[in-house]
Nanobody
Framework: VQLQASGRGLVQPGGSLRLSCAAS????????TGWYRQAPENQRELVAHITGLGITNYTDSVKGRFTISRDDAKNTVYLQMNSLKPEDAAVYYC?????????????WGQGTLVTVSS
């Protein structure tokens, strides 16, 4: 079982980027999932969260700009980031609750770098 984060890129301020977090392996489903980010010398922070039922929550700094969504058929959670600002630049990680045959456990995806610069 693993989570694969993808969508890294360099964008200009005001630009958009979509990150994906795909679960693979012997799994039944993906439950609650969060996107986190960590900028240099900062602590990792939760940016957006979505429950298994699709209820979403965002940190204040990204409300109205970021949208988290899920495609359960693909076992994938997305983070659409619009109106990006330089302060959004960070390594982004996803963490998901993965249900497999005998267990439910949180897994982290590897980080994916987002750079916002002109």
């Amino acid at each position: 079982v693993q989570l694969q984060a993808s969508g890294r890129g360099l964008v200009q301020p005001g630009g958009s980027l979509r990150l994906s977090c795909a679960a693979s392996g012997s799994i039944f489903s993906v439950g609650a999932t969060g996107w986190y980010r960590q900028a240099p010398e900062n602590q990792r922070e939760l940016v957006a969260h979505i429950t298994g039922l699709g209820i979403t929550n965002y940190t204040d700094s990204v409300k109205g700009r970021f949208t988290i969504s899920r495609d359960d058929a693909k076992n994938t959670v997305y983070l659409q980031m619009n109106s990006l600002k330089p302060e959004d630049a960070a390594v982004y990680y996803c963490k998901g609750l993965i249900y497999s045959r005998y267990s439910a456990a949180d897994y982290w995806g590897q980080g994916t770098l987002v750079t916002v610069s002109s």
